[in-house]
Nanobody, 124 residues
Framework: QVQLVESGGGSVQAGGSLRLSCAVS????????MGWYRQAPGKEREGVAI????????FYADSVKGRFTISQNNAKNMVFLQMNSLKPEDTAMYSC?????????????????WGQGTQVTVSS
């Protein structure tokens, strides 16, 4: 079992930055794939970034490439999403997800473990 708790959301003006954190507890070493997803009101959930925890490979949605960076700490019990040059269209609830089996990838959201989410609001 893996538990996830997000933090770091808030309100920021366009062009600003935020750093989201996801604290991983439980069987942390079994998580081989972690991801950040977001869902805006009236829209479907979309993958933002994922990281393969065993080799550090990362993947990003085209909409955030060059602006967002996903990373993890050495203990693999924290995953971060550094968000720079934020835009109003980045406004959404951001959630952390984890998989202990095969990684679903960025285009799918069938991860078995999810956090409660943290709200990010970007004003113009």
């Amino acid at each position: 079992q893996v538990q996830l708790v997000e933090s770091g959301g808030g309100s920021v003006q366009a062009g600003g930055s935020l750093r989201l954190s996801c604290a991983v507890s439980g069987d942390t070493l079994s998580s081989n794939c972690m991801g950040w997803y977001r869902q805006a009101p009236g829209k479907e959930r979309e993958g933002v970034a994922i990281i393969h925890t065993y080799d550090g490979r990362t993947f990003y949605a085209d909409s955030v490439k060059g602006r967002f960076t996903i990373s993890q700490n050495n203990a693999k019990n924290m995953v971060f999403l550094q968000m720079n040059s934020l835009k109003p269209e980045d406004t959404a609830m951001y959630s952390c997800a984890a998989a202990t089996g095969p990684c679903p990838g960025l285009m799918r959201s069938d991860y078995p473990y999810w956090g409660q989410g943290t709200q990010v609001t970007v004003s113009s």
